[in-house]
Nanobody, 127 residues
Framework: QVQLVESGGGLVQAGGSLRLSCAAS????????????MGWFRQAPGKEREFVAA????????YYANSVKGRFTISGDNAKNTAYLQMNSLKPDDTAVYYC????????????????WGQGTQVTVST
């Protein structure tokens, strides 16, 4: 069973930066197999969970939501089974619980593609 653990959340002022990490363990397959990807999603109070960014392990291809493009960067370290989300120029609208997830498929922005999820880490951006 794949387990994902997020870290790096916290409180930051608007315009500041945070880096989230997601460490994976328990895989019984290669992360480079068959379009396997790690995604970041977020959920703010009273709102639905939304896609933030994703990276495909085999190719390094990255995908971003329009709302974070140019501000957030996703990267991965296969050797450490860890992915990172560097978040710059943070805005109060970025306040949410951030979740990492892993799964297979051709739609990295779709939560339905990801059977494995972490517990989430809170990011709060103050004005």
């Amino acid at each position: 069973q794949v387990q994902l653990v997020e870290s790096g959340g916290g409180l930051v002022q608007a315009g500041g930066s945070l880096r989230l990490s997601c460490a994976a363990s328990g895989r019984t397959f290669s992360s480079t197999f068959n379009r396997y990807a790690m995604g970041w999603f977020r959920q703010a109070p009273g709102k639905e969970r939304e896609f933030v960014a994703a990276i495909r392990w085999s190719t390094g291809d990255t995908y971003y939501a329009n709302s974070v493009k140019g501000r957030f960067t996703i990267s991965g370290d296969n050797a450490k089974n860890t992915a990172y989300l560097q978040m710059n120029s943070l805005k109060p609208d970025d306040t949410a619980v951030y979740y990492c997830a892993e799964g297979w498929g051709n739609q990295p922005a779709s939560a339905a593609q990801y059977p494995y999820w972490g517990q989430g880490t809170q990011v709060t951006v103050s004005t």
